[in-house]
Structures are given as structure tokens and as C-alpha cells.
């Protein structure tokens, strides 16, 4: 058995009531007083992985910043051509393919970052190791889910949780083999 040494993380913002943004893929209401371990975060991965409604969300919020030079930014698309363009990769085909080639490589872990469609993907084949959930004190009533049905029963180890002072709390699973 061959040894992965980096690892997958799903690191998303919740509302309370399991929403990543509104109907509209607004996110104005996520809390933004604080760094909530993203440093960290940031430190510990060199690739995030994305949808392409993430990342035009990511490109209206911040155009042409995305998460810093030192993270290579890979968006899965069935609309625009696979290529690179303006320091992103667009990608099709098969996610699982993709992680193996990119785990083949050296490098820090790898971040499925955003939209619920994405993260069942790499939920439906097993491909994910880590769960870090950040929960705002927030219940939106409506929008976009996140873990949109249906996606696999998957067992969890908590592994971890910071409660910050704003009422944010962030848990962090491993994803039980």
C-alpha cells in the first residue's frame, strides 16, 4: 500500500443552520474580524481545488488575488477549456485521476475549497481526509447547502475544536478509513 503524503482537506464556512452562502452565492455575512486560523491553514497546503461557480465567486470578491502566488489554484470546469490562463489551471475529466497526479508530486496538502457540488465529488470517492468546519453564529434560513444531497455516508473522528470569542467555532474531523 503506497503512503499519501498529502493530504485533502475540506476546509468550508458554515451558517449554524449548514449553509456556505446565500441563494445568490453571497457570502457578506461570514465574520471576517478575526483570522480564524487561516494563516495556519494557508501554511499547511500549496494546492486548492475548486468549481467554476466557486471560483467566479472567488474572482468577484477578490479579482486576480485568489490565495496568494505560493498556492497553485486548479478550477474543474465542463465549460471553459482545460489550459492555464491567468495563473489558474482549468481542468476536466475524472477528480480522482487528478488527485492521484497531484499527490505523484512533491508538495504541502491539498484544499477542496467552497461549493458543496465539489466536495461530494471528492466525498463520493473516498478522497477526502480532512473535514475543518467553521460555524458562524449565524442562521441563514435559506441557500446554497453544504453537503448538498445526496453524498455517501462517511464516518468522522473529531480531532480537534477552537471556539473564538466572536461565536465562531471551528471543528476539525479526520475522515475514518
Known amino acids: 500500500m503506497v503512503e499519501i503524503k498529502r493530504r485533502t482537506k475540506y476546509y468550508v464556512a458554515c451558517s449554524l443552520d449548514g449553509f456556505i452562502s446565500r441563494s445568490s452565492g453571497d457570502v457578506n455575512w461570514l ?3 478575526q483570522d480564524y486560523g487561516m ?18 465567486n472567488v474572482e468577484e470578491l477578490a479579482p486576480g488575488r485568489r490565495f ?3 498556492i497553485e489554484c486548479f478550477v ?26 497531484i499527490r505523484q ?3 504541502k496538502d491539498i484544499w477542496i475549497v467552497g461549493g458543496g457540488d465539489m466536495a461530494r465529488s471528492f466525498l463520493e470517492q473516498k478522497l477526502v481526509d480532512e473535514i475543518i468546519l467553521s460555524i458562524h453564529p449565524r442562521l441563514l434560513g435559506s ?17 480537534g ?4 470569542s466572536t461565536g465562531l467555532v471551528q471543528l476539525f474531523y479526520s475522515v475514518v478509513p
Open 31 to 33: 465574520s471576517t474580524g
Open 39 to 56: 494563516a495556519e491553514f494557508f501554511r499547511s497546503i500549496d494546492v486548492a481545488v475548486m468549481g467554476r461557480r466557486t471560483w467566479e
Open 76 to 101: 474543474f470546469s465542463r465549460t471553459i477549456p482545460e489550459g492555464a490562463s491567468k495563473g489558474v489551471h482549468f481542468v476536466s475529466g475524472d477528480i480522482g485521476e487528478w488527485l492521484w497526479t
Open 105 to 107: 508530486q512533491p508538495g
Open 143 to 159: 441557500g446554497v447547502r453544504l453537503f448538498p444531497a445526496p453524498y455517501p455516508e462517511i464516518e468522522l473522528e473529531l480531532t
Open 161 to 164: 475544536c477552537r471556539p473564538y
Open 68 to 70: 496568494g502566488p505560493e
